[in-house]
């Protein structure tokens, strides 16, 4: 088996990792490269590639520069140059995935051998995923890490303004729609946060794997941050609290300062060590500046002198050293707000140090496996303050919670993930090579109108009787307005659909519920992103290309007239300004210009997952250039016998219906071939 492994955000690199080096480079990536090494240790997997981005920045340093950095004889890390050189951070990443998806879909082109699955984690990767999915037919898993919606909750319910974007939520719920498994690390993400998203079926797709236990490297005989306390604690024999995480709201890093003095028995007793991210080496963001300032501006209180430690980097090794000084007698602590898992807690179990632990999240089932800590209200300072007070005065419990969480670690196995995860693996693998999804009736039918549904009054009559009959769910994706659709409707005495995709894919109109529409306010903030209107059009100015109408314009749409070769200047005038953009070339004289998340697939995808489905519920027909990416990416899909040329590059697949008929007619034929057709009209 070929596995193929992508995450784009953060410093993906062999061990050792520098976590913290960006606000990005956490815990995934210490979950995709052990997850990686422990699956190719197996017999049955031949190769795991880990693909992420290719960039420049001497800052982060020159191995991201390499296209391919090999971790042992079956594993590598693939660096796909999309264009673009810089670090990008996770917010930025939205302009930048249109060209990576291109780059990336290349690559596997070029491949002799293809992978057998894609492994995406996060949203960002399972967008990219699923459109090579569509391409190449390459199952889709995908693993969260965080969800958005649980996180907006927990902040908002910690008094802090929610940063998490409707975007960000709505491309969660299109990946667990669409993906065909989804693996989660524990039984809350599993039960509880998965399930907000109101995806139908999601539950028979979800598998809950823990990841297996980080190996803690040995200090090899140098200094570390251990052997030098004396730097920052006026006595080094006190036991250690120790805290880390990246300085940012969530983590509640402050709350530890804060605790030692609500409760004067730990400040008597312990000293506080906390590694906020590499704030001496990385590059701290406005949020994690601020946080990093207020923890200095907490320890420079006199009753905290000689008693806390903010080392500004660190490495592996150095946290190592201080979990091992940990357990003589100290403990870890995990304040955050919210922590969707909980990496260091394993960790710290490893090392025999018990925990702290905020109760909200993926610590409760950790520390409840494990019983190897106390749970506490990350909003309660004396309460964390006097958890771990009761955790140093208690020589007894100490030991028993600490070979608690020695003698648990069996739970976590990164070799029992991989025996799972590649089970989970070859089952996808198998059905997508032995039962096509054909097999599967479609649940939503998208039909483009010009040409498509209308051309040829029988046909429509037709359209109108299937319809009438079948009453399946239905929507229109077309080029035109919303208006114009309308009206072009009800002239050629068609169904009114359940929803519109209208101006090629850049709006959704839906039912008011009061006999009118409304327009998709997500769907806009959905397209908005990564959207550089004026940066398109001045980018598209030099070509001199001939504007089609002014009504034809929108705020997520530049619309020409043009042939071919113009289509493919626009394309290169774009990369070339770095504009993300996509480029539709229809009719033979059409060129439309979108933003990277526009289209008819996108929107289709958008509107599937509104009702629970995915672009493999639906069969979309068409018969133009810009129904190219609906039809390529629709489980199912009908060409209507008087398409244009512009289709002739769809690649065949089982799924794909050709129609000797055309119009409508074809349609109603490719519906009757997936079982779906007027059963009044096959009995008459």
């Known amino acids: 088996m070929f596995v193929l492994h992508l995450a784009l955000g953060g410093c993906l690199k062999a061990p050792p990792i520098r976590y913290g080096i960006t606000a990005d480079t956490g815990g995934h990536i210490a979950y995709v490269l052990h997850a990686a090494i422990a699956q190719a240790s197996r017999d049955d997997v031949d190769m795991v590639s880990v693909a992420t981005r290719l960039f420049d920045d001497d800052h982060l340093g020159s191995t991201h520069r390499l296209g391919v950095e090999a971790l042992n004889d079956k594993v590598h890390v693939l660096r796909i140059d999309s264009g673009d050189r810089r670090y990008l951070e996770k917010e930025a990443l939205a302009a930048d995935l249109p060209f990576f998806t291109e780059r990336f879909c290349d690559h596997l082109a070029g491949l002799a051998r293809r992978p057998d699955?894609?492994?995406?984690?996060?949203?960002?990767?399972?967008?990219?995923?699923?459109?090579?999915?569509?391409?190449?037919?390459?199952?889709?898993?995908?693993?969260?890490?965080?969800?958005?919606?649980?996180?907006?909750?927990?902040?908002?319910?910690?008094?802090?303004?929610?940063?998490?974007?409707?975007?960000?939520?709505?491309?969660?719920?299109?990946?667990?729609?669409?993906?065909?498994?989804?693996?989660?690390?524990?039984?809350?993400?599993?039960?509880?946060?998965?399930?907000?998203?109101?995806?139908?079926?999601?539950?028979?797709?979800?598998?809950?794997?823990?990841?297996?236990?980080?190996?803690?490297?040995?200090?090899?005989?140098?200094?570390?941050?251990?052997?030098?306390?004396?730097?920052?604690?006026?006595?080094?024999?006190?036991?250690?609290?120790?805290?880390?995480?990246?300085?940012?709201?969530?983590?509640?890093?402050?709350?530890?300062?804060?605790?030692?003095?609500?409760?004067?028995?730990?400040?008597?007793?312990?000293?506080?060590?906390v590694l906020a991210g590499q704030h001496g080496a990385g590059r701290a963001s406005a949020e994690e500046r601020a946080e990093l300032a207020e923890l200095q501006r907490l320890a420079a209180d006199p009753r905290l002198l000689g008693r806390v430690a903010l080392p500004p980097a660190h490495d592996a090794v150095d946290v190592s050293a201080l979990y091992r000084r940990a357990a003589q007698g100290g403990v870890f602590v995990n304040p955050a707000l919210h922590e969707p898992f909980g990496l260091t807690l394993i960790e710290a179990a490893s090392a025999g140090v018990p925990v702290v632990a905020t109760r909200n999240g993926g610590p409760v089932e950790i520390v409840r496996r494990l019983g190897h800590g106390v749970l506490v209200d990350p909003r309660d300072d004396q309460a964390i303050g006097e958890a771990c007070l009761s955790l140093l005065d208690d020589e007894a419990r100490h030991d028993r919670l600490s070979r608690a969480g020695r003698e648990g670690l069996g739970s976590y196995s990164w070799h029992r993930y991989a025996r799972r995860s590649v089970d989970i693996y070859r089952s996808l693998s198998r059905a997508a090579t032995c039962r096509p999804r054909a097999a599967d009736r479609p649940a939503l039918l998208a039909c483009d109108i010009d040409n498509t549904l209308t051309g040829c009054p029988d046909g429509a009559r037709l359209f109108r009787d299937w319809h009438r009959e079948r009453k399946m769910p239905f929507v229109v994706a077309t080029g035109r307005g919303f208006a114009a659709a309308a009206d072009i409707l009800a002239r050629w005495r068609l169904p009114a659909p359940d929803a519109f995709i209208t101006d090629v894919g850049t709006r959704i109109m839906l039912p008011d519920g009061r006999g009118g529409w409304r327009e998709c306010a997500l769907f806009e903030a959905f397209l908005r992103a990564g959207w550089d209107e004026a940066a398109a059009a001045a980018a598209l100015a030099r070509l001199r290309l001939s504007p089609q109408p002014p009504e034809t314009r929108t705020p997520f749409k530049l619309s020409f007239f043009g042939d071919a070769s113009d289509a493919a200047r626009a394309r290169l005038a774009l990369g070339g300004a770095a504009v993300a953009a996509r480029v539709v070339f229809s009719h033979d004289e059409l060129i439309d210009v979108l933003p990277p998340n526009g289209g008819k697939a996108r929107a289709l995808a958008f509107h599937a997952a509104r009702l629970g489905l995915s672009l493999r519920d639906c069969v979309a027909a068409g018969d133009s250039g810009n129904d190219l990416d609906m039809l390529d990416a629709a489980g199912h899909a009908i060409v209507v016998a008087n398409a244009s040329r512009e289709l002739d590059v769809l690649r065949p697949r089982p799924e794909l219906h050709r129609a000797a008929a055309p119009h409508a007619a074809g349609v109603v034929e490719g519906l009757r071939a997936l079982g779906l057709g007027s059963r009044r009209l096959a009995a008459a």
Request: with cysteine; aromatic share 6%; proline share 8%.
């Open 117 to 273: 699955v894609i492994h995406a984690h996060f949203a960002d990767a399972a967008e990219v995923a699923l459109q090579a999915r569509a391409r190449f037919g390459i199952p889709v898993v995908y693993t969260p890490h965080a969800l958005g919606i649980d996180k907006r909750a927990q902040e908002s319910a910690s008094g802090l303004a929610a940063p998490v974007s409707d975007f960000r939520i709505e491309a969660e719920r299109r990946a667990i729609a669409e993906c065909d498994a989804v693996i989660v690390s524990t039984h809350d993400e599993a039960d509880r946060q998965v399930r907000a998203y109101g995806v139908a079926g999601a539950k028979k797709r979800l598998s809950c794997l823990p990841p297996g236990v980080p190996p803690l490297p040995a200090p090899n005989g140098r200094s570390t941050i251990a052997d030098r306390l004396g730097e920052w604690f006026a006595d080094t024999d006190r036991p250690l609290v120790l805290a880390i995480a990246r300085p940012v709201r969530k983590k509640n890093l402050s709350a530890l300062p804060r605790a030692f003095l609500a409760v004067p028995a730990l400040l008597a007793r312990a000293n506080l060590l």
